[in-house]
């Protein structure tokens, strides 16, 4: 099997292991038998297994498959830019609170209305993610590469329409409201009168600490595995 295809089943397997285990019928299931900290616990160690197994894929094939397009300055330019932003928002992410997060299920804290980033989308997280792998698409330029990389923005993307249906169908009201509320494409909800700009909301530590992460990165990446240079 090639390693094009190898990636694509990990993939495969990643992101359906995740829909199928989190699917209403499915998941409710699981945890009235198993119940809630239990099945949290499987469905963690599986999305690793798989997510392990798609990683050393791809690193022991790096660049494998035909060459798509040739590397270009401004594109590195541009990856530059968005993996600055992408870490932003996986940074502040952690600033505020969603009703739909593993957190809010846990401890039974569900917010009605959303603060910080959430303004600005509903799902951060798979925003950072898909902007993540869009920017590593854009200087990686094998078949391989963007079989990778490309799934990053495909899953985040499919897992987000996956959470608001499922959450929707449950009926959560303080989801319904949150729901309502904001949007997943960024700045939609602003951008349309639902949602207002409060950037006194905004953790400037998560800012901070976004910014730090990404300059390690500059650093690091070159000397683990190329790039920025």
Known sequence: MTTEKQLLLFWLLFGGFHLLLSSGPARGRLIGGFGLKTFKGAY??????????????????????????????????????????????????????????????????????????HRITRHPLNTGFALFGLAHMLVNPTAGDWIFWGGFP???????????RRMLASGVPEFLSFYRQTSFLPF??????????????????GVAIGVVIYGSLRVIHPLAMGGFN
């Open 44 to 117: 963690s160690l599986i999305a690793l297994a798989t997510f392990i197994g798609l990683f050393f894929t791809y690193f022991h094939g790096k660049h494998a498959g035909p060459l798509l397009f040739d590397r270009s300055l401004p594109a590195r330019h541009v990856t530059e830019l968005v993996m600055l932003v992408s870490v932003l928002f996986l940074s502040l992410a952690h600033g505020s609170k969603s009703p739909a997060t593993t957190a809010a299920e846990m401890s039974g804290d569900r917010p009605s209305s959303p603060r910080g980033i």
């Open 154 to 164: 495909v899953f985040a993307v499919v897992s987000a329409i996956h959470q608001d």
């Open 188 to 205: 939609a909800a602003i951008l349309s009168g639902r949602q207002t700009m409060a950037w006194n909301e905004f953790r400037w530590q």
